[in-house]
Nanobody, 132 residues
Framework: QVQFVESGGGYVQPGGSLSLSCEAS??????????IGWFRRAPGKEREGVVCMYSRVSGGATYYVDSAKGRFTITRGNAKHTVYLQMNSLKPEDYGVYYC?????????????????????WGQGTQVTVSS
């Protein structure tokens, strides 16, 4: 069973940066074959997709929600079992628990958005607090 562990969350003032990491274990294929995504759950809201990347074999294209464009960057690690989310120019509305997720089917990440239900492996999340 694939498991993810996120890290790198914390407290930052508006305008600051955080780099989230997600390490996978239990992979039957290396992570290049999975579509990957980062999701956020803000207090009182449902978990929402923030960014995703197609599997590398499908071209590795990315999708960002409008609020993340130009500020967040998703990358795959060279170690083939890690995923990163670089977040710059953070705003108070970026506050929430961030989860990484993946799907071996390759579905779930589309040019128009993320389909949460199609991601079948999830981490436990890491808290991001943006406040002055």
């Amino acid at each position: 069973q694939v498991q993810f562990v996120e890290s790198g969350g914390g407290y930052v003032q508006p305008g600051g940066s955080l780099s989230l990491s997600c390490e996978a274990s239990g992979l039957t294929l290396d992570l290049d074959y999975y579509a990957i995504g980062w999701f956020r759950r803000a207090p009182g809201k449902e978990r929402e997709g923030v960014v995703c990347m197609y599997s590398r074999v499908s071209g590795g294209a990315t999708y960002y929600v409008d609020s993340a464009k130009g500020r967040f960057t998703i990358t795959r690690g060279n170690a083939k079992h890690t995923v990163y989310l670089q977040m710059n120019s953070l705003k108070p509305e970026d506050y929430g628990v961030y989860y990484c997720a993946a799907t071996a089917s390759g579905y779930g990440c589309y040019s128009h958005g993320l389909s949460k239900s199609e991601f079948d492996s999830w981490g436990q999340g890491t808290q991001v607090t943006v406040s002055s």
